[in-house]
């Protein structure tokens, strides 16, 4: 469980690794002129090559890292996802599957395992992982895999350029896409808020927030999603709206010939995500199972997010020619694909050692106070017309 609890002090090593991401970073902030959208700052935070969080070799995930996702957790999760991927395949008569950023490698592990079992594995099964550390990691967990399964994953470098058939897995991406961060305000009398840029400035020791007056992408995005709300933006308001999901979507997706890609991730539908009691954003910062708010300290080696935009998501589908074949809970989506039967299996050492305490492990994926409310799963399909079961109980889709 991540708590906020002090932070955890650095040791030498990773102090003299946050010194040279701060000096990377701040030689672009000096370029740039003295000021960097958050979402640049975070872009090089998180994905500079061989300092970054993401692509240095800082230890992540699991109980002795920064955070626990699903597949660490509990492998009812992969073998859930695994039963919606083997209904897809079928109606498809087969094809890959393609995971973006596979963590630790678990989720992997247990879809292939779980579709294996089921006697539908698929013909190629590639992860496309811009960290080497977790590329070695992920090498290291599907070791573990029988010979001939294993012999179908691969890893890639960059999106793959020919065509496939299968589906797009993403658990925990979304809310690792760079984003710009905004604050409301006051306008003019009588006018609604303005919109300004939270970006990011030197104070002569660290990084610190700088507003500036927000470009017209942003508020034409700011302005766009607020004439959408129930409530307008009060002044004062701070929030965050990724610009890039747009491109970055039809990008990752544009492979996908036939098939479905399924997010899995902590967010909300757009109205709720912007309500008042939200008014201050959901920028998070995460440390050794800690969570606090600060991003400018334990440069490249804390992981940085924001919920997802859920609507946004849906309405960067449409303009790329996906479909939005369903939206639910975690939970409902993987109670929809047999998690009591997942459960049982695992307890009961179907395709390992049993697990005495495999259900109280698994329901932390579905209890409301967990995993189970505050994530979501969102389909998207291209050319697939297969019912899914993981929606089957409850499609929110009409609250995005």
């Not at 070695?136 to 029988?146: C, D, F, V």
Request: hydrophobic share 50%; aromatic share 8%; charged share 20%.
């Amino acid at each position: 469980m991540l708590t906020r609890l002090p932070l955890a002090p650095l040791d030498a090593d990773e102090r003299a690794h946050e010194s040279r991401v701060v000096a990377h970073i701040r030689a672009a902030l000096d370029a740039a002129g003295g000021w960097l959208p958050f979402a640049d700052y975070m872009d090089l935070a998180l994905y500079a090559p061989g300092l970054g969080y993401y692509c240095a070799g800082a230890h992540k995930l699991g109980a002795g890292g920064d955070f626990v996702t699903a597949p660490e957790l509990s492998p009812v999760f992969g073998r859930c996802v695994a039963t919606q991927c083997a209904e897809v395949l079928a109606a498809l008569g087969g094809g890959e599957i393609l995971e973006l950023g596979a963590g630790s490698g678990r989720l992997a592990l247990e879809v292939l395992a779980e579709l294996a079992r089921q006697g539908a594995p698929p013909a190629r099964y590639r992860i496309l992982e811009p960290s080497p550390e977790l590329r070695a990691r992920q090498a290291r967990t599907l070791a573990a895999l029988p010979t001939p399964l294993g012999a179908r994953v691969a890893w890639l470098e960059r999106l793959p350029q020919e065509p496939y058939a299968g589906l797009l897995l993403a658990n925990e991406v979304l809310d690792a896409l760079p984003f710009e961060c905004f604050r409301c305000r006051p306008g003019a009398a009588g006018a609604p808020p303005a919109v300004e840029a939270l970006g990011v400035g030197w104070d002569g020791q660290r990084f610190a927030w700088r507003a500036a007056p927000a470009g017209s992408a942003l508020a034409r995005a700011v302005t766009g999603l607020a004439a959408q709300l129930p409530q307008p933006f009060a002044a004062g308001a701070r929030g965050e709206v990724c610009l890039r999901l747009p491109a970055w979507l039809a990008a990752v997706t544009a492979p996908l010939a036939a098939g479905v890609a399924l997010f899995i991730d902590y967010g909300l539908p757009r109205a709720e995500l912007y309500a008042p009691e939200r008014a201050g954003g959901t920028l998070a910062c995460f440390h050794r199972q800690r969570r606090h708010d600060d991003p400018f300290v334990n440069v490249g080696l804390q992981d940085l997010t924001a919920w997802v935009d859920f609507t946004r998501v849906a309405a960067a589908a449409l303009e790329c020619g996906l479909a939005v074949a369903g939206y639910t809970t975690q939970a409902l989506f993987l109670l929809g694909n047999d998690f009591d039967r997942h459960v049982a299996a695992v307890a009961a050492g179907a395709g390992g050692a049993p697990e005495p305490l495999a259900a109280g492990r698994a329901a932390r994926l579905v209890l409301p106070g967990e995993m189970g409310e505050r994530f979501k799963a969102i389909a998207l399909a291209r050319r697939c017309e297969a019912a899914l079961r993981g929606f089957a109980l409850r499609d929110l889709t009409f609250r995005l």
